[in-house]
């Protein structure tokens, strides 16, 4: 089975730019998006087809994908940003996966 | 305003039965294609289920095949899953979740979840 890997934490001082990798094998071929899940909540789209924004997301937050690695990048990091995030694949072959979660703490 | 709100979570034996409801609202039911998604106490999201929008295209995770069936009622807007056979690793958090309109696989709108314990 398919399987994505995200480092289990992230610490960024806040103003600074905060990077979350998701790895798997030719990731850069299929669609990836990004999840922000704060304590007690439902997850959050904030990032899907690699690089687009939903409407109401901050523009500090911004997506990649190439090769075997998708980013999600927070520029100008905020306290409000800290939570708990999760990539997210599909293609027809995979179907949908998740990350294992990367916890972004702001200090 | 998009609603999705999840019932029907609670304790239940091992070996039991669950069926879990979602009722929507603020958009044409008909018109989407849902997921449960469930996230075990203290850890990741984990795709187990979805369904299209005519009901006939339907996907599950090997962790959940042949034990749990989405299903779906237009008249009614609203998702259901029926959960057979539970074990202690059924233990989680279940979110009915809408597939956005993009065909990239994205999530756009998630209930708030309803807790389902397996427990003697």
């Known amino acids: 089975s398919y399987e994505l890997t995200q480092p289990p934490s992230v610490s960024v001082s806040p103003g600074q730019t905060a990077s979350i990798t998701c790895s798997g094998e030719?990731?850069?071929?299929?669609?990836t998006c990004w999840y922000q899940q704060k304590p007690g909540q439902s997850p959050v789209l904030v990032v899907y087809q690699d690089t687009k924004r939903p409407s109401g997301i901050p523009e500090r937050f911004s997506g990649s994908n190439s090769g075997n690695t998708a980013t999600l990048t927070i520029s100008g990091s905020q306290a409000m940003d800290e939570a708990d995030y999760y990539c997210q694949a599909w293609d027809s072959s995979v179907l949908w996966v998740f990350g294992g979660g990367t916890k972004l703490t702001v200090l | 305003e998009v609603q999705l709100v999840e019932s029907g979570g609670g304790l239940v034996q091992p070996g039991g039965s669950l069926r879990l409801s979602c009722a929507t609202s603020g958009f044409t039911f008909s018109s989407c294609e849902f997921h449960w998604v469930r996230q075990a106490p203290g850890k990741g999201l984990e795709w187990i289920s979805y369904i299209g929008i005519r009901g006939s295209t339907i996907y599950y995770a090997d962790s959940v095949k042949g034990r749990f069936t989405i299903s779906r009622d237009n008249r009614k807007n609203s998702l259901y899953l029926q959960m057979n056979s539970l074990g202690a690793d059924d233990t989680a958090i279940y979110y009915c979740a809408r597939d956005s309109t993009t065909p990239y696989g994205d999530i756009d709108y998630w209930g708030q979840g309803t807790l389902v314990t397996v427990s003697s």
């Open positions: 030719k990731l850069g071929d299929k669609n």
